[in-house]
């Protein structure tokens, strides 16, 4: 019905006619005339009815003055229904007491002569009850359409809310979808710091070597390879993470996420960098896959910061220590040269590591140990596999 609102209204329309000319609601009027009147009222207010939505507060004041044409039935099917859409179909509340203050005087002006026909003792009550019963007659369909359309309305409201809701959930799902392709922006800094890092330190030690070698040493040669080596690695997983914020549209190769076992390949970057690390494991790693990334990230963002800010330390200690339920680690580096410590300002490395070990309820601390060295301690707690 609701799909159809046209067809409804035709429908209402052509019943109200019908039961208005039917004999026996006009059995009180003889005459051919009072019988044509009595038909195009009720034509007059049926084809009313089809506005009835678009404007309630017209319709219902036109069916009821139009019940009020001498040769209408006493009681105008169109006027009933027209203040029934009346308090459905009104915008506001001020059009629909007004509306069902003026069906009701014209409900009792059409009762009128009746009342002075019935009443015509004088008796003041009974023609006031008559009358307001008469009035009534219009009145109660208007506040029952009040109910129906108080009751609608909320629905409309529940609905609307829920739609806001199922809007406010895409928006959330998209700001995540932001966030993550912020999370992977952070994760394309690791890498790229990383190796950056590693390459500058290599050339300077391959220059440094070369000038004081004019013969230029194997090491030398061995040390430009792996700096070559460790650009080709870096910008290779750059270009996949920058594949990954620019969409699913282009195609990328795709290799493992870094794992337990490279930490050995990668400690020996920074061996070959000269950073003197010392590596150390205990415990039994748990199969996660997840897991052991962010052990890969932490240890690769510890180290980038030592090198990046203590390069000639001559003290690095990583240290990992597996637990059935938690996972310790700890990267120290001891105090570097003044003039070769570097000044630079903090980036998001250090946020990138307390945002992974979120991920397992873990805790960071950072900070300087007491022989002016540097200390990183990362637990995560949360590492059973789900």
């Known amino acids: 019905m609701r799909a159809h609102p046209t067809g409804v209204d035709a429908l209402l329309a052509i019943s109200c006619i019908t039961l208005t000319v039917l004999p026996g609601t006009n059995g009180a009027f003889a005459t051919l005339e009072q019988e044509l009147m009595q038909l195009a009222g009720a034509v007059a207010g049926g084809v009313l009815l089809m506005f009835r939505r678009r404007r309630p507060l017209l319709v219902a004041v036109l069916c009821a003055l139009i019940s009020a044409i001498p040769g209408q039935a006493f009681v105008s099917f169109a006027a009933i229904a027209g203040a029934y859409a009346l308090g459905v179909y009104a915008p506001s ?172 390949a990668l400690i020996h970057q920074f061996q070959v960098a000269g950073l003197p690390v010392l590596f150390h494991r205990h415990g039994a790693l748990p199969p996660s896959t997840t897991l052991q990334l962010t052990l890969y990230r932490i240890v690769q963002e510890g180290l980038t910061n030592v090198l990046r800010h203590a390069p000639h330390t001559q003290d690095v200690e990583v240290r990992i220590d597996y637990a059935p339920s938690s996972v310790t680690i700890l990267v120290t580096n001891g105090p570097s040269h003044p003039q070769s410590t570097s000044h630079s300002s903090p980036g998001t490395g250090l946020r990138g590591i307390r945002e992974r070990a979120e991920l397992f309820a873990g805790t960071v601390r950072s900070g300087p140990t007491p022989d002016h060295g540097w200390q990183l301690i990362v637990h995560l707690h949360e590492i059973t596999e789900q």
């Open 93 to 264: 509340r001020h059009q629909v007491w007004a509306g069902i203050g003026a069906i009701s005087i014209i409900g009792a002006f059409v009762a009128l002569p009746a009342s002075v026909a019935l009443f015509a003792d004088a008796d003041v009550l009974g023609a006031s009850i008559f009358l307001g019963f008469c009035a009534s007659v219009y009145a109660i369909p208007a506040l029952i359409g009040i109910s129906v359309g108080t009751q609608r309305r909320y629905v409309a409201e529940i609905a609307a809310r829920a739609f806001a809701l199922e809007r406010e959930r895409d928006q959330r799902a998209r700001l995540a979808v932001a966030d993550e392709r912020t999370r992977i922006a952070r994760e394309m800094h690791d890498v790229v710091s990383h190796g950056l890092t590693v390459m500058v330190a290599l050339s300077e030690g391959a220059a440094a070597t070369a000038a004081s070698s004019p013969h230029t040493p194997p090491p030398t040669a061995a040390a430009m390879r792996l700096v070559a080596d460790t650009g080709r690695t870096a910008l290779a997983e750059m270009r996949r993470l920058l594949h990954v914020l620019r969409g699913p549209d282009h195609e990328s190769e795709l290799t493992p996420q870094p794992t337990d076992a490279d930490l050995d």
